[in-house]
């Protein structure tokens, strides 16, 4: 049971004005149409350790200071650091040297038709799980799916309107028949291969997070995974830009207990 004074402090944190915002972007596709549209300054004396290729960019729009980072590109290979351990990382990393008030996981996902997700679609994620990280052991089951649920923001669902539904990460692109039954499982609308490893950070540090996500591929239509993904990024990009765009509107000026 929460003390008195956590329950003080907790009303406080919830009522205070929302200054700081941490936006955790796994592409440089996704994250540079928000880099341009809040006119972000990139971080050249970087609040990270050295020798990470991870990036933020940093700025202010309106009443609020706005971090934007992403896990940069493999030091190696020169490709994107996506997946689920890049996005903990750098999660973590970004909460211990900002100290945000609010994390909003922005990007690209894909979707179900069966669920009525098209190209384009931006969802609001309600709650995130993993769907391949199957341990068939009672209790170790459970901790495997990872289930946490997003920060609460009915009014600016009602505002915005954005579909909702449930999110499901995995580090594949493409999903095998074990993967399906697990994204069944989990009852999910659109599928990433990072949000359920930021909410699980999140949790863990106690930071509200809300996921923003833009559909570029149809999981269960007719065309290649990769294909429509690589197809739709740039332009479904956009609409990311233009719905983030709308939330952080949304978000100024106001106190956690009024999203």
Known sequence: MAS?????????????????????????????????????????????????????????????????????????????NVGTMSASLVTYASIQ??????????????????KGAGIGDVFLASDCAFHDRRIPIPVFDLYGVGLRQAFSTPNLVKELNPKVGKLSTGDSLDISTQDEASITANEASIKDMEGAAV????????????????????????????????????????????????????INGKCLSEL
Do not use: C
């Open 4 to 80: 008195d004074g956590d329950k003080s402090d907790d009303a406080i944190v919830q009522n205070r004005p929302i200054s700081t915002i941490l936006l955790v972007i796994a592409m440089q596709t996704e994250a540079l149409p928000l880099v341009n549209k809040f006119q972000l300054t990139e971080d050249l004396d970087s609040v990270f350790p050295k020798g990470v290729p991870w990036i933020r960019y940093h700025g202010v729009y309106k009443d609020l200071n706005i971090n934007l980072v992403w896990p940069g590109k493999d030091l190696a290979l020169g490709v994107d």
């Open 199 to 250: 909410a699980y950070v999140a949790d863990l540090l106690k930071v509200p997070v809300i996921f923003v996500k833009a559909v570029t591929d149809v999981v269960d239509g007719e065309k290649p995974t990769a294909e429509e993904f690589l197809q739709n990024l740039a332009a479904v990009s956009a609409a990311l830009d233009q719905a983030v765009t709308q939330v952080i509107d949304f």
């Open 97 to 114: 040297a900002i100290k945000p008030d609010l994390i909003i996981n922005a990007g690209t996902a894909g979707g179900f038709r069966a």
